[in-house]
């Protein structure tokens, strides 16, 4: 019997292979993808307020050397941000989080390539320590009035930067690995779900 650990492995090198091929991955790896999309995200929000661990099923090592390619799995945040383009400074929400960028929630959208700061949380440190970093604006949901954003990259962040923004990603996945009930559905459901119709 697989692990929820092994299909968040799967789906973590499935998705690097998407990203790798532009998006285009074979009919039946992109219907896998898209099986394990749906336990990722439901495994993150179904988890995200459960507040008593059953036990530390993952340490940081096993979770750090199984998900090698976690450089792009996001994960759902929820924290005030804020950039600076030009000489004006604006407010966002973060969405989600991966190593690469973010998605932030504003009602000022830039325009892809754009330049900005990004002031976010020190990651563990709170409001009192920001950091600050140079994103680019890789694309935005300016048409959108509920849901407009955008998505950001981070350039080259700083080696102590980096270190703390991947024990956060992996710390985030630790702490919903080892929380409460499993997950219901096993792998392949939505696939026979949708044959069925």
Same mark, same amino acid.
């Given at each position: 019997? &697989?692990?929820?650990?092994?299909?968040?492995?799967?789906?973590?090198? %499935?998705?690097?292979?998407?990203?790798?091929?532009?998006? =285009?991955?074979?009919?039946?790896?992109?219907?896998?993808?898209?099986?394990?999309?749906?336990?990722?995200? @439901?495994?993150?929000? @179904? &988890?995200?307020?459960?507040?008593? +661990?059953?036990? !530390?099923?993952?340490?940081?090592?096993?979770?750090? /050397?199984?998900?090698?390619? &976690?450089?792009?799995?996001?994960?759902? /945040?929820?924290?005030?941000?804020?950039?600076?383009?030009?000489? $004006?400074?604006? +407010?966002?929400? @973060?969405?989600?989080? =991966?190593?690469?960028?973010?998605?932030?929630? =504003? !009602?000022? /959208? %830039?325009? +892809?390539?754009?330049?900005? $700061? %990004?002031?976010?949380?020190?990651?563990?440190?709170?409001?009192?320590?920001?950091?600050? /970093?140079? *994103?680019?604006?890789?694309?935005?949901?300016?048409?959108?009035?509920?849901?407009?954003?955008?998505? %950001?990259?981070?350039?080259?962040?700083?080696?102590?930067?980096?270190?703390?923004? !991947?024990?956060?990603? *992996?710390?985030?996945? &630790?702490?919903?690995? @080892?929380?409460?009930?499993?997950?219901?559905?096993?792998?392949?459901?939505?696939?026979?779900?949708?044959?069925?119709?």
């Amino acid at each position: 019997m &697989r692990s929820e650990l092994d299909l968040v492995q799967e789906f973590c090198e %499935l998705n690097q292979g998407k990203i790798e091929s532009w998006g =285009s991955l074979p009919v039946a790896s992109e219907q896998r993808w898209q099986e394990l999309k749906g336990f990722y995200d @439901s495994l993150l929000l @179904s &988890r995200a307020t459960n507040k008593v +661990p059953s036990g !530390d099923r993952y340490d940081r090592k096993e979770i750090m /050397t199984r998900l090698e390619n &976690r450089s792009r799995l996001r994960i759902p /945040t929820e924290m005030g941000v804020f950039f600076c383009y030009g000489n $004006t400074y604006a +407010p966002a929400h @973060s969405v989600n989080l =991966s190593h690469g960028g973010l998605y932030v929630s =504003s !009602d000022i /959208t %830039l325009d +892809p390539g754009d330049p900005v $700061t %990004l002031y976010m949380p020190n990651l563990g440190g709170g409001y009192e320590h920001l950091f600050e /970093t140079p *994103v680019d604006v890789v694309w935005n949901a300016s048409r959108h009035v509920e849901n407009r954003g955008m998505g %950001l990259k981070f350039h080259e962040l700083p080696e102590a930067t980096d270190q703390q923004l !991947d024990e956060f990603i *992996v710390g985030y996945l &630790r702490d919903r690995l @080892s929380k409460g009930n499993t997950i219901a559905h096993r792998p392949g459901w939505v696939h026979e779900r949708w044959a069925a119709v």
